[in-house]
């Protein structure tokens, strides 16, 4: 899973850049949102909160912003959306089984956009179930090396629950179960180290290899399906390899 977990995270470096970076800003808030209104507008004594306020300050949102979002989630201030968690499976091109997290306030318009987004780009829409049995749920940490070894970072995380880490280049990816998450969060700041995302994401169990072509396809796909406002995530079981990732550019 090395490629495709570089392609992630290069992906999520240049997000915070590239010229989608308001769109990227819109779905941060509406995770902290959703997060307050959930478990409550502490930071504190609601993991998921903090986790989402934390990725939201890594990706430069302004703490005015941030505050504002908080505040609608509690109850503190009027304005809030309804939002809803819907996720959508389909398929894209070469079988790749496709797994979209959408956090909307309108169920129809999510339905539509995810629909178009994948029969214009060679995917197709599948029912409840079909594809959601080939993805793990997990907690998903991603830090900078700062020269720190694996054995380092394992060192301090085994305790917390992490299962492995893997070395992505510049950082080191720490897989665990998605309940272990918190735990390991706070062994990283316990230990003094810094990082970059702590995520509830879907890991594929069963991967498709792709050559350039069907890469260069199925990265299209999934713009297509991060480009719709309501998507937040979007998941899919490629399997890249670098070379193959370097030709892609």
């Known amino acids: ?33 959703v997060a307050a209104r959930t478990g409550g507008g502490d930071p504190d004594g609601n993991p998921t909160l903090y986790d989402a306020i934390q990725k939201a300050k890594k990706n430069s949102v302004p703490q005015d912003n941030i505050e504002r979002a908080r505040k609608r989630g509690a109850g503190e201030e009027a304005g809030g959306a309804d939002w ?3 996720n959508y499976e389909g ?13 909307t306030d309108n169920r129809n318009r999510a339905a539509s956009e995810v629909r178009t987004a994948l029969t214009r780009n060679n995917g197709s829409l599948a029912d409840p179930g079909s594809v959601a049995y080939l993805f793990n749920r997990k907690g998903v940490v991603i830090m900078p090396k700062n020269d720190l070894s694996e054995d380092d970072v394992l060192l301090a995380v ?17 897989v665990s179960e ?15 180290f810094d990082y970059e995302s702590a995520d509830a994401s879907f890991l594929p169990s069963v991967s498709v290899p792709l050559d350039a072509e069907g890469a260069k396809k199925v990265f299209r796909l999934i713009d297509a399906l991060e480009d719709c406002d309501d998507v937040q995530n979007v998941y899919a079981n490629f399997d890249v390899s670098d070379e193959v990732l370097a030709e892609v550019g």
């Open 84 to 86: 809803q968690t819907i």
């Open 1 to 33: 899973m090395s490629g495709h977990s570089k392609w992630a995270t290069t992906k999520h470096k240049k997000a915070a850049l590239d010229a989608k970076r308001g769109k990227l800003f819109a779905r941060l808030i509406k995770n902290i949102e």
């Open 91 to 103: 398929y894209g091109p070469n079988g790749v089984a496709v797994l979209i997290e959408c956090l």
């Open 158 to 174: 085994l305790d917390a629950g992490a299962e492995e880490v893997n070395d992505l280049g510049e950082s080191f990816e720490i």
């Open 178 to 192: 998605a309940t272990d998450l918190v735990a390991v969060r706070k062994a990283l700041q316990e230990a003094g």
